[in-house]
C-alpha cells in the first residue's frame, strides 16, 4: 500500500469528508488503499474539493493504471512499484 500524497489529520479528514458529502469511513477507506471509490467519483470529489485532494489520493494503488496521462505530472506522486501496490 502506498501512503498518500498528501498528509491530513483525521479532523481534515471528516471536514473534506463532509464537504464532498460522502463518509469519514469511505474516505479513510479510499486513502489508505483499502476500498477505493470509483474513478468517476475520485474526478467528482477532487472537482468538489477544488483539488485538494487529486484522484491519485484516493485511488493511491492504481490511479497511474486509469490516468495514464497524470504520470509524472506536476504534484503526482510516484507510480507505486508492485511491492507497494
Excluded at 469528508?17 to 475520485?42: F, H, R, W
Aim: net charge positive.
Amino acid at each position: 500500500m502506498m501512503a498518500m500524497a498528501k498528509q491530513i489529520t483525521p479532523d481534515e479528514r471528516r471536514k473534506l469528508a463532509e464537504k464532498a458529502g460522502i463518509s469519514d469511513a469511505v474516505l479513510y477507506q479510499a486513502l489508505n488503499g483499502y476500498d477505493p471509490i470509483k474513478p468517476a467519483g475520485c474526478v467528482a470529489i477532487e472537482t468538489k474539493l477544488n483539488r485538494v485532494l487529486m484522484r491519485w489520493d484516493l485511488r493511491p494503488n492504481d490511479w497511474h493504471e486509469i490516468w495514464p496521462e497524470f504520470i509524472r505530472r506536476k504534484g503526482a506522486p510516484p507510480v507505486p512499484t508492485k511491492q507497494e501496490a
